[in-house]
């Protein structure tokens, strides 16, 4: 999947930034060189192969360090609340931003 420089103008469009002739060259050949990466990464077989949910599992047996879910912390809920210019039953009250 090769992108044109048509596609590199559209995507800097999208992303609002504004790229010179030669930033517009040297982007399109950035994104060409990752799209090869990532049709070689595609081209791996990798049916019947487990998701490491950490690379060291490869490597050695890696028990997963998870906690306890506990509260560890007081309610400090007044204390966090004193600075807020507008509160009501302990939650802070913003302006309305969408009709």
Same mark, same amino acid.
């Given at each position: $999947? ?5 596609d ?9 930034l ?8 040297? $982007?399109? /050949? ?11 990464m ?5 049916s019947?192969?487990?998701?490491l949910? /950490? ?5 050695e ?7 306890d879910?506990?509260? /560890?912390e ?6 966090? $609340?004193?600075?807020?210019p507008?509160r ?12």
């Amino acid at each position: $999947m090769a992108l044109t420089a048509q596609d590199v103008s559209r995507i800097a469009h999208l992303a609002r930034l504004e790229l010179t002739e030669a930033e517009q060259t040297a $982007m399109q /050949t950035q994104l060409n060189d990752f799209f090869a990466v990532v049709e070689k990464m595609r081209a791996v077989d990798t049916s019947g192969v487990e998701p490491l949910y /950490t690379p060291l599992s490869a490597v050695e047996d890696v028990a997963l360090r998870l906690r306890d879910d506990a509260v /560890t912390e007081a309610d400090n809920r007044d204390a966090n $609340m004193q600075n807020a210019p507008a509160r009501e039953d302990g939650l802070f009250l913003v302006p309305k931003v969408i009709e």
